[in-house]
């Protein structure tokens, strides 16, 4: 999930960016300081039963050492030991028992001295091979959103599903085994960020120096991924990381820590919906972000019209991002237009977008798509998330932006917390007290977008560097075609535009907005590209 923030992020010469989350879910130094560094520990937690650890048993508890759950204070001190609990499902076609492990890991600095306790649950095929079964380690966006969406959403081996007739009806969503899920092909992993879900870093007043920011957030998470793979005997095992929206970023940073920071070099990278350059995702600033969301605002246009189908969608996306990287990109880009062509430019946008021509005039030419006016049509009001979803506008004679809700960040996808509570308690066994935080907007608020003086809103060198230095990485993205937060047109221009490895960079588009996951078919169609992105 990626949050978006109408408001300008400091500092103020950066101008005004949407923090990438839902996959909102969309938007470094020392360890004392900063975070964490290389030389952090784990307090010692129970192994898993595995093949590679057939010893281990079910009763979780945590060493008597200095640190520990009885030496926490505050918050981090409510969190329950560790819960080991076994199952089996279908998934993907197949039947297949696994083990369940829901728990912390607890982060260390260089004195010893605990920073944080990350919670995480892993899924592991039972009786697999650990040099040969692949795991993969999964985070969301925001940046401060926890993993219930991707985990509830789309790979775990339950799903929350919305009702049919009604899918913005959180109130009766329910959960359900799902078949879809992604252990069919992967163990999984997933993480909590800092300050999200169960994740409590121990002293909160030193938490966004430490952990909100874009480099302390991948030294965590890669420190996180060594610790459990150590633990757990699956060093070895194929490695991919799992991100949605500002975990597309996050992916990469983590992927880079991972290699310079924990020697440990990924297999592949999966991203939904992903953040990958927050300058263009920009639409007020950067005329090349105005120009990717309009190939979503078309797509979703033909979709309310009944014009898509599964034979022809890809035909419309492709038709869509030419004309906007083609004569609506010269147009914007050229000077104002004299008034006769104006007239005929605002017709043609007013067409593709199914907005009012007198609205793009307003606009001249460049809808934002977070305007109320742009997302307030006939008394609904339009998603940013998925530009075909509408609930009754609250306020259809108009409003400031900031104070107009979403209908998918701010309705029904908030579901999501609640049943991971409760799918916690019931299945996992992980009892607590504690609220579950599925989209910490303070974190949102407080995160760091800097490396010393310089902004880190722009990872694709890193990710260009990545591909050229391990020649076997590869890449799976997935977008939907309605989102307008991170829109399908950003992530193939970033992908085009890869010097090295462009072909180990697959480009999948699914009916759906940013989660279009919360779609059965798309849920459905994302596993089995998954699936095959996984296989050996």
Partial sequence: MMYH?????????TGRWRAAGLCLSFLCATALS????????????PVLRTAANPAATDQAHTP?????????HDTAALLPADAITHHSGTFGGQKMAYTAHAGTLTLRDESGKPTIRLFYTAYTKDGSGADTRPVTYVFNGGPGAATAYLHLGAAGPQVLAFPAGNPTDGANAHLRANPDSWLAATDLV??????TGWSVPTDPKKAKEEFYGVKQDARTFAKAIQLWGESNGRLESPRYLAGESYGGLRAIEVAEALADQQGILVNGIIMVSPALDMTLLDTANNLLAQTFVLPSMEMANLALHHKLTPENAGGFLDSAYRYALGPYLSALAGPLPDEDDAEDFYEEVATHTGLPQETIARAQGRPQPEA???????????????????????FPEGVDNS??????????????????????????????????DLLNLQVNAAWDYRDGSDLIVRPIPTLRRLLALNPTLRVF??????????PYASSRWVASHIPVGRNRIGLHTYAGGHMMYTRADSRAALAEGVRAFLAP
């Fill in 372 to 394: 109320h006016e742009i997302r307030s049509r006939d008394g609904r009001l339009y998603s940013l998330y998925d530009a075909t979803l509408s609930i009754a506008d609250p």
């Fill in 403 to 436: 104070a107009s809700p979403d209908p998918v960040l701010d309705g029904f996808t908030r579901a999501y917390g609640s049943a991971f509570t409760h799918y916690a308690g019931s299945e996992l066994h992980f009892h607590t007290s504690v609220t579950y």
């Fill in 34 to 45: 900063t975070g964490v560094s290389r030389a952090d520990t784990l307090t010692p937690a």
């Fill in 190 to 195: 997933f993480i909590d960020a800092p300050g």
């Fill in 64 to 72: 008597d050492t200095p640190g520990t759950a009885e030496n926490f």
């Fill in 5 to 13: 923030d109408p408001s300008p992020l400091s500092p103020s010469h």
């Fill in 477 to 486: 993205i997935a977008n939907g075609y309605y989102d307008l937060v991170c």
